[in-house]
């Protein structure tokens, strides 16, 4: 399930491997140096230093590639850094001021995975859920209207129907309820993010925590109905073989 403590946006250079995750094998083992990074200080923060007479606050673009230290997948992040002050305590008394450089990736490719995927989950389902993950970043608007596409998907995947027999587009929460004759639970919780999504799409500005609340929801309804559904099938496949009645079954039907 999607865990949001695990994505922190903005976070010290040094700490990449900390927060993001390899797009491969989704191990925290991102080896990428400082030597890599590359700053280019942006114009608005070049003038502004100027003009307050070398202020040591500055904002950059960065670029930077690495691999994993586990599986070799390449990956490259781009985004936005800054110089910041901080302090540290370092009596009762008395506080302690430091300069740090954080950095906000905006662009990660190939993207990490917000949550793990079920290994039977649709093919067109699995190729939006990696638009999303590379959406989460740089747009979270965009975010939320790709998850609204995943559900369609889902219930394209369960053979619920999409258009009418005039070959018409049927309204997502129309196609919600006629999914609820066979999954109600899923049904109710997939309603969160097809709303999300509209007023992604009609109301820019939505918040990063309702997303998240929606990534939750979908990995969980993903999880039920894929990898329960994987479980599922092998008791019965294990049933099948030692159930004394059904080996009997088997044997008759093999004469």
Partial sequence: ???????????????????????????????????????????????????????????????????????????????????????????????????VSTITP?????????????????????KALISVFALYCCDIDACAGRLRTVVELMLDAEGVPGRTDNDKPIFLSTRLKAFEQKNAPIAKMLEAPRLLGNESTHELGVKTKEVDTALRIVSHALWVLYQNRQVLELAEKMIEEKDPKKKKEKKKKEK
Wanted: proline share 7%; with cysteine; charged share 30%.
């Fill in 1 to 99: 399930m999607f865990d949001e403590k695990r994505w922190k946006r903005t976070f010290i250079q040094n700490e990449i491997s900390k927060y993001i995750p390899c797009p491969n094998c989704h191990q925290y083992k991102l080896n990428v140096g400082e030597k890599n990074l590359k700053y280019s200080e942006t114009r608005e923060s070049s003038e502004s230093r100027i003009e307050y007479g070398g202020s040591p606050f500055a904002d950059y673009l960065f670029s930077v590639s690495g691999c994993c230290r586990r599986c070799r997948e390449a990956v490259t992040l781009c985004g936005t850094a800054s110089e910041e002050e901080r302090q540290e305590q370092v009596s009762e008394e008395e506080y302690e001021q430091y300069m």
């Fill in 106 to 126: 905006l662009f990660i490719y190939p993207p990490p995975h917000l949550f793990s995927i079920p290994s039977n989950c649709p093919e067109t389902v699995k």
